[in-house]
């Protein structure tokens, strides 16, 4: 309801197809693999639907990409100027992180000191609800991709356009595994 | 430079895009040519006073040739609009306006809708800087993000630069907190920060799940079977002749709640399912909403809340 339906089409071509990218690549017949490749494949349809307008789709993408185990099914699906760059915000990603990582460690030291000088003044209410706040807000950088050094509004934002995202691919994907379990049904019979 | 502090009014049958722009004066032209429909007060609120079925006609199938290159901005317009009550008040459906002011609107919309809550709020007090106006009507191909924002000080309250601009910053970060506030069912009657993030936080975590469990589904319904044989008949929306009656009727349901978003009608109970289908996990429920988030929304947060503070 929330995304348009455009949108919506978009990504419901794009799994498709993805989809049977997937199914030519990978031969193998675990069931994990095949869960994976499912999940590769409908993320990066998500993602590349999206567009680039989206920080969170190239998180994503990355993500995937920086597994030496995709390589062979995200080259088909993105074709290889695509893996290029995913590749590339891979590598690139790692460097971020760790400045990041070191921002933060200072950040926390630095609190942590603060916190210290003010527990002889009392815990005021605003101060424990700051703390709460910072620390969904830390989970919610955790949770969602590619949020990692957004602040505020632009956190939310993201939240945002990921919750519809995800909520796209959860319809879709359930229209799916409906669809095929009928049919298979259906077959049977 | 008076905008209208009428009340909050859906616009009726000939409210049409043009009502969802911004009403100040100077874009007075676009708003007041409108035929019908009250003029709504450009807040946030009257943006999602909107109708939805309105709303996404007039945006999405009228503007889909001619969407601007920002997909972004329209997206999240679209969002906007789409969060309105979902009960359609107008029946007739307007004719759309001319994709290039539907689109440029559709633009300006998101973009100045922090200026115009701030704007609808103020008595009396001075402007910020000058600002770059794009709230002319008419389609200007497009529009680049003006240069400042518009502020009005409230009665009352200081008018130096660093707090009008962290008022700013705070109104958008509020507006933000209501959209989502919207999207995430049972948040609306939460208040307060922690409890709304928390809300959000179980509600990231509940779809992540969804789509790994669904997407585990999907592999396993698929044993020998290649994934893509079915491209034909999922992306069109006509029946086929050769599904049984019922799982016939079940899918068409299935896929218009998929593309309207229409969760108000449960499914019949796929009873018959359980008996044929041998992948069948009991946990498949009869609503077509999710699977994981209503149910744990309606048992309450209990245990993702103590999955969390072990988190935290």
Known sequence: ?189 | MRHPSSPLEVPGAGGEIQALVPVASASGSAARSSSGGGRSGGSFTALLGLPTSQAMELLLPAAAPAFPADPDLVDRAARFSAFASPSPSSPSPTPPPPPSSSAAAAKRKADPANRVSKSKAAKKGKTAAASGEDKDGGGDGDDEKPAYVHVRARRGQATDSHSLAERARREKINARMELLKELVPGCSKVSGTVLVLDEIINHVQSLQRQVEYLSMRLAAVNPRVDFGGLDNFLTTEVTWPDMGINGARHLMQLQQHFWHGDLAHPLQPPSQWEKRADTHPPVFSNSSSSLFGYDLASSGAQPQTGKLKTEL
């Open chain 1, 1 to 189: 309801m929330h995304a348009p339906r455009r949108f919506k089409r978009d990504f419901m071509e794009r799994l498709l197809l993805s989809l049977q990218v997937a199914g030519l690549t990978s031969k193998s017949m675990g069931l994990r693999e095949r869960r994976d490749a499912v999940r590769v494949s409908s993320d990066v349809a998500m993602a590349s639907a999206r567009g680039r307008g989206a920080p969170w789709a190239r998180a994503l993408v990355a993500r995937h990409a920086a597994k030496r185990r995709n390589e062979a099914l995200l080259r088909r699906i993105m074709g290889g100027g695509g893996y290029e760059r995913a590749a590339a915000a891979a590598a690139g990603r790692k460097e971020v992180r760790s400045r990041k990582i070191v921002t933060r460690s200072h950040r926390l030291c630095s609190s942590r000191r603060k916190r210290r000088s003010l527990a002889m003044a009392a815990a005021s209410g605003a101060m424990v609800a700051r703390t709460m706040v910072k620390g969904r807000l830390r989970l919610l950088r955790r949770l969602v991709p590619g949020a990692d050094a957004l602040h505020g509004f632009s956190l939310l934002s993201e939240t945002l356009d990921y919750v519809v995202c995800l909520k796209t691919q959860a319809a879709a994907a359930r229209l799916q595994t409906c669809m095929r379990c009928v049919r298979g049904v259906n077959e049977k019979l």
